[in-house]
Structures are given as structure tokens and as C-alpha cells.
């Protein structure tokens, strides 16, 4: 098992805000077909933490994690991430901070079928303008970090859900983010290697000056969480920490 | 990352030979069809450069070299008269049935050459060489050209030679040579005579001067003695530049033969459009929670048109690559036969590269505008 997915793996006080969401407010559509999919909604997440936000299908989940991951506009609200507001950044601004600030792992991997594993895993690093070698480079010694080494040439189409996903969070991490962003990253993988997964982002989770955001419909991957959010109808419900969570936990078990 | 857009592209093998396969067959069709339609063009005034005369005087209705208006005897000596005239002959150029040993009928191209200085003559002999020249000046003795003797020889059932007799309008042609021609416009094989023994093998009518060949007095310009063989004959003359160029001309107006071609032209380009388009769009599509993922991981709109750009030209060059390799293996194959006429120019590759990148351009656009439209949040939405 990797384990270590941080510079340091010494955990640091959970305390300071790395993103704030408040008041936002997101509506698809116009008219009849006009949907307001966040009402409003305050979230806040903090370094070092591996955050959840769990809730029913529809509830606005995906769209509060598409907006503090600055990759859809709001109507209403602000968001900060790591004390930079997204508010009024013009797209282009956008993009840089994403590009540097964020990495991404998808349900679906969305790994590029036709590049091997380094290449796939150097993508952020050649979106930050790094050279082709230092990035292969820094690709192939985070895939020995996520325990791939030796398939570095492999295509992701060799691999089993599991491992794809594991390269997916070594692409993710590769450029050094300080905010992660999780959309399912266990629903289509079975119970061992959802675990497996979840030990990997909860170590990267404790790197300094990082979070860790997961949307996820899975209640066995909750007890992984510093802290949940419950969301319902475009809304935050709740916030959960400490015995309040670990009550939640059990419930959902 | 233009690297990694190439090895995405390559990665997806049907696509990629379907694209090339597709730009491949347009730059084939857009560049063998311009050359066949050049080396076509290039036969109608094939004529004038079999001849070699500095200036074409003919009769003032006459539009293109290959069109016979008759003149008077009396005009030769009209055009010689005129003051910057050097020399001036008489040319007799109609066609007319060549009827061999056993009794079939060619129709041929026959040619009278002043025989004082048999301006006009063929100038590579194949066999019979100079002397059979100088034997033109004696009666009933041509000089045929490599197409008259192959389409002779073939309905004789044996090869033409020198001293093989055939009958023009019922009179004897003796061979003395064999020459080369740039082929006839409308494929008439050449035979070559005396202008006095055309006028005997020629059906007789009031008029069998067909055209004057005339050069100018050293130190003046053939344009400048046209003019002046314009003006004081009330002729038509024209240099060689301006018989090539309303010839051609003629051949535009008059002729489906530039719309046809066009045509062709038009429909590889189409066909380019449509099947790299088509292509490099679905290529798009299905690669579209790629560039989303991308997008999401920060490649810009820029970024990614560059890579999309990359992608389209790199096979529309292999493409362009592939087309002209195999246009010139057909001009190879076809250039000993003659047949179809064959003419590649500079200007013909670099009208075709140019049609590829526009198609490529097309091609790429068509998917940029479906990835600048992608929000990168839709990689969150499955």
C-alpha cells in the first residue's frame, strides 16, 4: 500500500479556510425550463481536510463542486479558495488558477486512451508549461507513489477500474494543488478497491496547505471524512464534525 | 502538449486513416485532374509550337490556332511587303483522308511548307533525318509523324517505313521520314508536305492559303510588326503569346471542357470537406470528455484550437504528401503513352496545398467551435 502521497505526512491542524462559499446561488436555464440548482448555498472547507458533500441526486451537489472548482459561473455569491476570490476573475484568470491551484478526479477517470501513463499523469505538469522531461519525470514518480511502478508505459486501457483510478489521482496531484476535487471517486469501483482509493486521498488530504472536496453518493467511504456536508434541495443542511459525524457514520452503515 | 494532440490523434487508428485516406484521395483528384486539364489545354496550342513561327498572320475572323479561315494567294506578298517583315511563307494546314494499302481511311493533319525554306518543319526526326527534309521539295513525298505511322501501320496490319506508299484524296504519299510531334489538339496525326504538293493533295476551292508565317526584321519585336502587319494589311496577326493566350481563351468560351474539369476539381475539395470534416468532427466528438477534462485541468480555448489545429494539418499535409506521390506515379505511367495529356505545374501543387489546408482548416474549425462552446464543468456531469 502507498502511503505516502505528501511531502510530509505529519497532519496539521485543521483550522484555516481553504474555500468559502457563500450565498451562491446557480440557475440553468431560461423561462418554463429556468432550474435553480444552488439556492443560496454556504460551504466552506478547510487545509488539511478531506471534506465530503454528500446528499440526494439533484440536490446541487455537482454544480457547488463545479462552482468552487471555478469550472462553472454562479449567478449569486461569493467564493474564495485559498484566500483568492473567484468572484468578477475574468475566464481567462479562471483558467490560470485552475490550472495551477486545482486538480480533478472524475468518476469516470476521463484518462486519454490513446497516452500512456505518463504522458496521461505529465498532462498538468505541461499545462503549467513544465518541459516534457521534468514532467515524465515527476509522472513516473508519482506513479510509483500510487503503487503503478513498472506501468508507466501501460495504456489506461490496460488497467483495471482501480488502478486507472489511481492514476487519475496521481494526475491529480501531480502539479502539486492545493485543492483536490473529487466528483464520485469510488462509485464505480468495488468495496476493497474504493477503500484503497480513499486511503490514497486521505493521505494526500493531510499535505500542508491542501483539501481535499469529495461529491459522493457512497456512504462507505464516509467515515474517511474530517468533516461532511448535507445538502438538500440547493441548500446547505448541514455540517457535520465530530460526534455528530461519527454518529452519521454508523447510521449509514 | 502538441505532441500529446498528435499522439491522440495517431492513437486513434481508424480515424486517422480515414482522414488521410480521405485527404489523400481530394489532393489525388484536385491535382491529377489540373494537370490532365494543363496537359489538354497545353495540346491546343500544341500546333504552334509544332510550327515555330514568330508571327501567325490569318484571316481576321480567326479566334484560335487550331481554326482555318482561308486566305488569298496575294496576301503572302501583301505581308511581305510590309516594312518590318524579314521573311514571310506560306503555310496550307486542312484535314484530309489518308487512305492506305488496303483501302482504309485515316483523316490526318496535312501540312504544306514553303518548300524555299520549309519554315514549319518537324524538328526531331525519328528516321530519314535531314535529307528526308530536303526531300519534301520533291512531288509526292511527306514526312509523317509517329502517330500517323502507328495508326497507318495498324490498319496496313505492318509497320510503316520509309518508302511505304499510302493515297491522300487519290494521290500517292511516299514516306521519306519519321518525326515527333507534340500532339494535335483534336488527336489528328501530322503529315508533312510542300506547300505546292498540299495544294495538289488538298480538294480544291477558291481559297488554299490557310495561314502566313512570318518573323521580323532583326531589332524589332514580333508584337511591334504585328501591329503594323495589322495595320497595313487589315490581317490578323498574332504573336505567340497572343495566339496562346486566345486560343486558350477560345477553348474557355467555347468548349465544356474547363467546366467539366472545374467540376471534378470542385468535387475533390468537396469530397475533402465532407469526409475530413465529417471525420475530424466525429474525432471531436468522441474525444469531447477528453478536451472537456482538459479544459477542466486548465488548457484554454487557445490551447486547445492549437492542438486541434495540429492535428487537422499534420494529416492534411501527410494527406497532400500521399495525393501528389500518386499523381506524379500516374504522370510517370502515363507519360510514355502520351495519353491522357499530362502537365503538372508549381502553381498546380500549391493550389492543391492550399485547398488542403483550407480543407483542414475547415475541418478543425468545425471542432473548435464545438470544444470553445464546452463549459468544463460538463466532465462533472457524466
Same mark, same amino acid.
Given at each position: ?13 485543521? &483550522?484555516?479556510?481553504?474555500? /468559502? ?78 490550472? %495551477? ?69 496521481? %494526475? ?5 494543488? /492545493? ?13 476493497? &478497491? ?11 488530504? /493531510? ?19 474530517? /468533516? ?6 440547493? %441548500?446547505? %443542511? ?16 | ?382
Amino acid at each position: 500500500m502507498p502511503a505516502d502521497l505528501s511531502p510530509t505526512t505529519v497532519a496539521r491542524p485543521a &483550522t484555516e479556510l481553504a474555500v /468559502r462559499a457563500s450565498g451562491v446561488v446557480k440557475a440553468f436555464g431560461v423561462g418554463d425550463a429556468r432550474t435553480v440548482a444552488l439556492k443560496g448555498a454556504d460551504f466552506s472547507a478547510r487545509q488539511g481536510e478531506l471534506h465530503l458533500v454528500v446528499g440526494p441526486s439533484g440536490c446541487g451537489k455537482t454544480t457547488l463542486l463545479s462552482v468552487v472548482a471555478g469550472t462553472l459561473d454562479w449567478d449569486e455569491g461569493r467564493v474564495d479558495v485559498f484566500g483568492t476570490s473567484l468572484d468578477g476573475l475574468k475566464r481567462s484568470a479562471i483558467t490560470d488558477f485552475r490550472r %495551477r491551484n486545482v486538480g480533478f478526479i472524475f468518476q469516470q477517470f476521463n484518462l486519454i486512451p490513446t497516452l500512456n501513463l505518463t504522458e496521461n499523469v505529465s498532462v498538468p505538469l505541461l499545462l503549467n508549461g513544465r518541459g516534457r522531461k521534468v514532467a515524465e519525470s515527476k509522472a513516473q514518480e508519482l506513479l510509483k507513489r500510487v503503487g503503478l511502478g513498472g506501468k508507466e508505459t501501460k495504456r489506461p486501457t490496460q488497467l483495471s477500474g482501480g488502478q486507472q483510478q489511481r492514476v487519475a489521482i496521481a %494526475r491529480a496531484l501531480v502539479h502539486e494543488p /492545493r485543492l483536490v476535487i473529487c466528483d464520485e471517486p469510488t462509485s464505480a469501483l468495488d468495496s476493497e &478497491t474504493g477503500h484503497q482509493i480513499m486511503d490514497l486521498l486521505a493521505t494526500a488530504a /493531510r499535505a500542508p496547505g491542501r483539501c481535499v472536496v469529495i461529491v459522493t453518493h457512497d456512504p462507505r467511504i464516509y467515515g474517511y471524512a474530517d /468533516r461532511i456536508t448535507q445538502m438538500e434541495d440547493g %441548500r446547505v %443542511r448541514a455540517v457535520l464534525e465530530g460526534e455528530p459525524l461519527q454518529r452519521f457514520v454508523q447510521s449509514t452503515h | 502538449m502538441l505532441r500529446l494532440a498528435l499522439k491522440m490523434l495517431l492513437g486513434d487508428r481508424a480515424k486517422y486513416i480515414m482522414l488521410i485516406g480521405g485527404l489523400t484521395f481530394s489532393s489525388l483528384l484536385m491535382t491529377q485532374q489540373r494537370a490532365v486539364f494543363n496537359g489538354l489545354v497545353s495540346w491546343t496550342t500544341s500546333h504552334m509550337r509544332n510550327m515555330r513561327a514568330s508571327i501567325w498572320v490569318v484571316e481576321s475572323r480567326v479566334e484560335q490556332v487550331n481554326e482555318t479561315k482561308a486566305l488569298r494567294d496575294t496576301d503572302v506578298n501583301r505581308v511581305r511587303s510590309v516594312s518590318l517583315v524579314d521573311y514571310a511563307v506560306p503555310l496550307f494546314q486542312n484535314v484530309v483522308k489518308a487512305r492506305s494499302s488496303d483501302g482504309s481511311d485515316k483523316q490526318v493533319q496535312l501540312i504544306g511548307l514553303d518548300a524555299g525554306t520549309l519554315k514549319g518543319r518537324p524538328t526531331q526526326m525519328l528516321s530519314g533525318g535531314d535529307e528526308a527534309l530536303a526531300r519534301l521539295r520533291i512531288a509526292n513525298n511527306v514526312i509523317v509523324d509517329v502517330v500517323a505511322a502507328q495508326r497507318l501501320s495498324a490498319v496496313r496490319g505492318k509497320p510503316l517505313k520509309i518508302g511505304d506508299t499510302f493515297e491522300i484524296n487519290d494521290r500517292e504519299a511516299r514516306v521519306v521520314g519519321i518525326c515527333k510531334t507534340e500532339p494535335h489538339f483534336f488527336g489528328y496525326p501530322y503529315v508533312f508536305t510542300s506547300y505546292d504538293q498540299a495544294l495538289q493533295y488538298a480538294p480544291r476551292q477558291r481559297k488554299m492559303l490557310s495561314m502566313i508565317l512570318a518573323e521580323p526584321k532583326e531589332g524589332h519585336t514580333a508584337y511591334e510588326v504585328s501591329r503594323q502587319i495589322e495595320q497595313e494589311t487589315g490581317l490578323k496577326a498574332y504573336t505567340v503569346p497572343e495566339f496562346e493566350k486566345a486560343t486558350v481563351n477560345w477553348v474557355w468560351k467555347n468548349t465544356g471542357i474547363p467546366v467539366s474539369f472545374l467540376t471534378t476539381i470542385i468535387l475533390g475539395f468537396v469530397v475533402g470537406v465532407a469526409v475530413a470534416g465529417q471525420t475530424f468532427y466525429s474525432f471531436v466528438l468522441e474525444n469531447l470528455k477528453h478536451l472537456g477534462a482538459l479544459k477542466a485541468m486548465g488548457a484554454g480555448n487557445l490551447l486547445i484550437s492549437a492542438m486541434l489545429f495540429v492535428q487537422a494539418f499534420t494529416v492534411g499535409l501527410i494527406g497532400y504528401g500521399i495525393g501528389i506521390g500518386i499523381t506524379a506515379v500516374f504522370g510517370f505511367l502515363v507519360r510514355p503513352i502520351g495519353q491522357p495529356p499530362f502537365l503538372i505545374t508549381l502553381q498546380d501543387l500549391t493550389g492543391t496545398l492550399f485547398s488542403i489546408l483550407i480543407i483542414c482548416f475547415l475541418a478543425a474549425v468545425f471542432g473548435i467551435l464545438k470544444v470553445a462552446r464546452l463549459e468544463p464543468a460538463v466532465v462533472f456531469r457524466g
